[in-house]
């Protein structure tokens, strides 16, 4: 056949023909609210399932939400990419063959959060006669799709990563903290059993109160943190890269969105369940306008311990010793933060008449007189 007749082979996105050629349910949006997507099943993991895109998840990741129906189990399989487990609702277990030949097994419930290591043979079961589970996991499967464009090589490799089996007590809620400094504090483990109940540290550079812990799961490319803000407090506006999937642990509130040459910001109220990566380098901000910690899970690609890009590792402070970390650093000083005085004066009010609405104590005092101008720049 003459070439310049045919269909030219390019601008081909092997990840989104595999999804396709999957046949499951895919959804499209900026934020998505997990408990109302429709799931099919899904023969390959003997589960019901969906792939959920959002807008904002960048070139490397995506997530799969999974619904084990009651007493069900999934296929036991293995694979190449990676993944960070979220449990939305119901209770279960999941078991893990691991290089030596020995076998883990663990039992989630709903907030449970844990990492499969790389191409272990795993299999999850529902735990429960009645109810399903629901499960959304981000994945690094774009990425490693786009290098191999092969579904084969990527299920179906017998190698065993000894290196990533990590401690036995990794499988039980176990863990190892590792103490870096504010904003890098690293919980390494395989499996939290609630995030409600974790142990945040202090980051009072991003905000009143704020706190937050890493966590390097099954010693993996993919990242995960839980961050929180006390009742009464919003943290610093601030941007990244895309890919960060920012999802509702407990809590109410809101979070903003915009571009610098934007008129008006996009908000999203807080529902959990909720998933909403910002996309690439834009603004956003967090609220907490409810009257008890709200607490957040962002998941990407790109770990502390292994952050891939460089944009990650500006944005980590791992570029080098000491490095700044640009999320934390206001950008009137080369980072990537909005202070408290330097923000937009529509800000403060909106959150202020949140609170009033809601019945709830402002307790933004240490930054803001009573008449809402920022301290700081009252100082100046
Ligand atoms: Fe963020």
Redesign the pocket.
């Known amino acids: 056949m003459n070439e310049m007749l045919s269909k030219p082979r390019i601008g081909i996105d092997p990840y989104l023909d595999w999804v396709k050629g999957e046949g499951v349910p895919v959804v499209n949006d900026y934020a998505i609210y997990l408990f109302d997507v429709e799931t099919a099943p899904w023969p390959r993991y003997g589960m019901k399932g969906a792939a959920v895109h959002c807008e904002g998840r960048g070139d490397f990741a995506s997530m799969f939400l999974f619904e084990l129906p009651p007493g069900g189990s999934s296929t036991p399989m293995r694979h190449l990419y990676e993944d960070v487990i979220y449990v939305l609702e119901g209770t279960g277990s999941t078991q893990v063959e691991l290089a030596d030949g020995t076998k883990r097994h663990f039992e989630w419930g709903p907030r449970s959060l844990f990492s499969i290591p790389i191409n272990a043979r795993h299999r999850h079961f529902n735990g429960s006669g009645q109810k399903r589970a629901l499960f959304v996991t981000t994945t690094d499967m774009p990425l490693i799709m786009n290098i191999f464009h092969n579904d084969k090589f990527i299920f179906d490799t017998p190698f065993e990563f000894a290196e990533r089996v990590g401690k036995s007590e990794y499988y039980s809620g176990g863990g190892d903290m590792i103490m870096i400094r504010p904003g890098n504090h690293t919980w390494e483990t395989n499996f939290v059993p609630d995030l409600e109940k974790m142990k945040l540290t202090e980051w009072d550079e991003r905000g009143a109160g704020s706190s937050i812990i890493l966590f390097v799961l099954a010693d993996g490319n993919m990242h995960a943190h839980l961050s929180e803000m006390p009742t009464g407090t919003y943290k610093k506006g ?1 941007r ?1 890269g895309a890919g ?1 999937h920012v999802m509702i642990v407990s809590g109410t509130g809101y979070s903003l969105f915009w571009w610098d040459d934007a008129k008006d910001f996009k908000r999203l109220e807080w529902r959990h369940g909720m998933v909403f990566p ?1 996309v690439e380098r834009q603004w ?1 901000q967090h609220f907490n306008t409810g009257t008890r910690p709200a607490r957040y899970l962002a998941t990407s690609m790109g770990s502390i311990r292994y952050p891939f890009t460089a944009r990650k590792r500006r944005s980590t402070g791992t570029t080098s010793e000491g490095a700044e970390i640009a999320v934390a650093t206001s950008a009137k000083k080369g980072g990537d933060q909005i202070e408290y005085e330097d923000q937009d004066s529509r800000i403060h009010p909106m959150f202020i008449e949140e609170m009033r609405r809601n019945g709830a104590t402002p307790k933004m005092d240490k930054y803001f007189e009573d008449d809402g101008t920022p301290k700081v720049r009252a100082a100046r």
């Open positions: 601030h990244h960060a910002p956003h």
